[in-house]
């Protein structure tokens, strides 16, 4: 069951801005948060690793937050959401609020929202008031969350411009995601709120983004991949639903895509937690197709680093070559490639940043 302090105050949300007011406040000219904010950070101040585990966990979707559920936590902002439904009072709305504002709300809010359909007695377009109510006033962040997952079980483009506007807060990214993929057009919000994070919500929106443009596609290898936990992260995923392969097979491309695919390639070569260089499995054909626009580019683009990573990657110990091999890697590609590498790092516009960054190295 939900424990309540022993003096809950009066009305939690009074006296304070809400965290939506907050965030809009935060908003720079390039459309993202200045500030990751909140009005209740003071209140969680103790508990900085629950909440990054919240973040963390969070990855996998509404209702893998935390620890496993209670299912007497659920029954119980399951019954006390029915109320609220029926009875819109101040009363009733500041019992939800207090029960929400614990932590062990968000690791039910799964099994709420499914006990939620099946009960009778709910009023449906009245709990949708509350929810909007929550996400846009509420001063708590927990409170918030719930609100916005409460919105994703109605699919309307209401509420639209809130659940965005929230989700540029890596707090609750997710949360606005699955609110916005009810709406029209999920993919394009989806991507232009990746846009707008740069951290665990970045990764969470690329790994569930339908790259059903050629707009969408074009961002993901550009810069879709880039993150503040590590560009390893995304590489794999945006080389695959961007089409890095085909993307580079064109007879001359930009600077940009250039830049972009370097970066991919330099960070699944480094590897870590995500899938690496050996999963990939078109990797020969496009590193090929990279070194071809490098030749070509060399005049354009000044950034050496990704061809000095792939040169140490082709200059790997022959042991794990061999298995390269069996994957599908000739030798004679890794030869040909790897006199290009030095060729083009050795020469022309490059010559003295190569001498730099294997100084950078040593």
Not at 20 to 45: F, H, N, T
Not at 310 to 321: A, N, Y
């Amino acid at each position: 069951m939900l424990r309540y302090t022993a003096v809950a105050p009066l009305y939690p949300w009074a006296g304070k801005p809400s965290a939506y007011d907050m965030i809009v406040l935060r908003i720079g000219q390039d459309g993202k948060l200045m500030s990751q904010a909140l009005p209740d950070d003071d209140e969680c101040a103790d508990r900085p690793e629950r909440r990054e585990a919240l973040r963390r966990e969070g990855l996998e979707g509404i209702g893998a937050l935390g620890a496993a559920p209670d299912d007497g936590v659920a029954k119980e902002l399951t019954r006390l959401l029915v109320r609220l439904s029926r009875d819109r009072s101040v009363r009733s709305r500041r019992t939800v609020y207090l029960a929400l504002m614990r932590d062990e709300s968000l690791d039910a809010i799964s099994p709420a929202l499914q006990a939620l359909h099946k009960l009778p007695g709910l009023n449906a377009g009245h709990l949708y008031e509350e929810a909007l109510w929550m996400a846009r006033h509420g001063v708590h962040r927990n409170v918030v969350k719930f609100g916005i997952a409460l919105l994703s079980q109605y699919g309307n483009d209401r509420h639209r411009e809130l659940t965005f506007t929230l989700g540029k807060h890596e707090e609750f990214t997710l949360y606005a995601a699955s609110a916005l993929m009810g709406m029209e057009q999920p993919s394009k919000a989806l991507c232009e709120l990746a846009r707008c994070v740069d951290g665990w919500g970045r990764v969470y929106l690329v790994e569930r983004l339908d790259p059903e443009t050629q707009e969408i596609r074009d961002w993901l290898l550009r810069e879709g991949f880039r993150n503040r936990i590590g560009d390893g992260l995304l590489a794999y995923t945006c080389a695959l639903k961007g089409d890095l392969e085909e993307a580079l097979q064109a007879d001359t491309i930009d600077p940009s895509l250039f830049e972009g695919a370097g970066g991919i390639l330099a960070a699944l070569i480094a590897g870590g937690p995500a899938e690496d260089i050996d999963d990939y499995e078109q990797a020969m054909p496009v590193i090929g197709e990279y070194l071809r626009h490098a030749a070509r580019m060399r005049e354009e683009v000044a950034r050496l680093a990704p061809i000095l990573e792939i040169q140490r990657f082709l200059e790997q110990d022959e042991r794990v070559w061999e298995k390269r091999y069996l994957d599908g890697w000739t030798p004679e590609a890794r030869q040909s490639y790897l006199a290009q590498c030095r060729s083009i790092a050795g020469t022309g516009s490059w010559h003295g940043s190569a001498a730099n960054e294997r100084t950078m190295h040593t």
